[in-house]
């Protein structure tokens, strides 16, 4: 099959060999594949992944084990967990120390015609959602993961760190269940854009401190210490980026002001997937291109371009 591999830089591979999923996987074929941060991470050497990029996708099913999900459409939870440790049994699956990712960790993403995932992972995408909202499904869970890990009130205060794409659909999945937001950036031209989708922007210098809730989802090494900033005493701080792993952290100021700091990766599917058929967030203006599997490596150049938003592969 077609496939973009990734290796020490991506290449477009035509000889791929075809995936074989092993007992209690399915074989999907993708149709569309978005192109998020940790993509481009990955391609720069975080993690040190070797194999096919891509989790975020939405395809059609042509082999599993559950017989009502062949031939649908679905989406993919993308953690892949053992199912016999200690945190599978605590149903935190996205936990599993012996968990595969897909596209990003030890098993072969959707960059590419065919992937493999446990039957238990797919969720049916409803007829109502096209391909081309479906496929933020991944990173909106993402979006989503907020509300099971912590509950917002209507009267918060909220900054989102971040004019890019986690940013934007953080914003909307907030604006979606009634939490007004401020999306905050350096990029005036990205700020109207966003402002164009009916959010609240504001260019990062001209926030105030004293906001209720801080997210960071600027990807960017020093997003934590300026959410510290802008975050009241007693107030919460919610971290979407891993790229703060490589901050110089002081967390001198979390003390002193009490914050609460709260890790926040991937989500549900099934609150993203609902938001999507019940129109409450409709994604589809963040899409700044689509291009061919055949040209993903522009497709990857595209999405690296700071004016561009959401990048998606069409794979079939
Ligand atoms: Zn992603
Ligand atoms: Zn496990």
């Known amino acids: 099959m077609r496939a973009l591999f990734l290796d020490n830089e991506v290449r477009l591979r035509r000889d791929y060999p075809d995936p074989r999923p092993v007992s209690g996987e399915s074989l999907i074929k993708v149709e569309m594949a978005g192109i998020c941060g940790t993509d481009l991470e990955l391609a720069r050497g975080y993690m040190s992944y070797r194999g096919i990029p891509g989790h975020e996708f939405v395809g059609r099913v042509i082999e599993s084990g559950r017989a009502e999900v062949i031939g649908r459409r679905v989406v993919g939870e993308i953690n892949a967990a053992c199912g016999r440790c200690e945190w599978c049994d605590r149903g935190l699956g996205r936990h599993c120390p012996n968990r595969t990712v897909l596209g990003i960790l030890g098993r072969d993403g959707a960059f590419a015609e065919h992937l493999t995932l446990p039957d238990e992972n797919l969720l049916p995408v409803p007829d109502s959602i096209p391909n081309e909202s479906a496929v933020f499904c991944e990173p909106l ?118 914050i609460t ?20 967030v409709d994604p589809r203006p963040l899409i700044s291109g689509i291009y061919p599997l055949e040209d993903g490596i522009a497709a990857i150049r595209a999405a690296t371009n700071r004016s561009n938003f959401k990048v998606l592969l069409r794979a079939a």
């Open 141 to 258: 869970a993402a979006a989503y993961e907020i509300f099971e890990q912590t509950h917002i009130q209507p009267t918060e205060s909220i900054a989102i760190l971040g004019d890019g794409r986690l940013g934007s659909l953080i914003a909307m999945a907030l604006k979606a269940e009634r939490l007004p937001s401020v999306i905050a950036g350096h990029n005036r031209s990205r700020l109207d854009r966003i402002a164009a989708l009916g959010l609240k922007v504001s260019l990062e210098s001209e926030l105030k401190p004293g906001f209720d809730l801080v997210i960071d989802a600027t990807g960017r090494a020093e997003g934590f210490n300026r959410a510290l900033e802008l975050v009241r005493p007693r107030g919460r701080v919610i971290l979407k980026s891993t790229a703060a792993a490589s901050a110089p952290l002081n967390p001198a100021p979390a003390v002193i002001n009490e």
């Open 261 to 280: 700091i709260i890790g926040s990766r991937c989500g549900c599917f099934g609150p993203a997937l609902e938001a999507l058929a019940s129109g409450r």
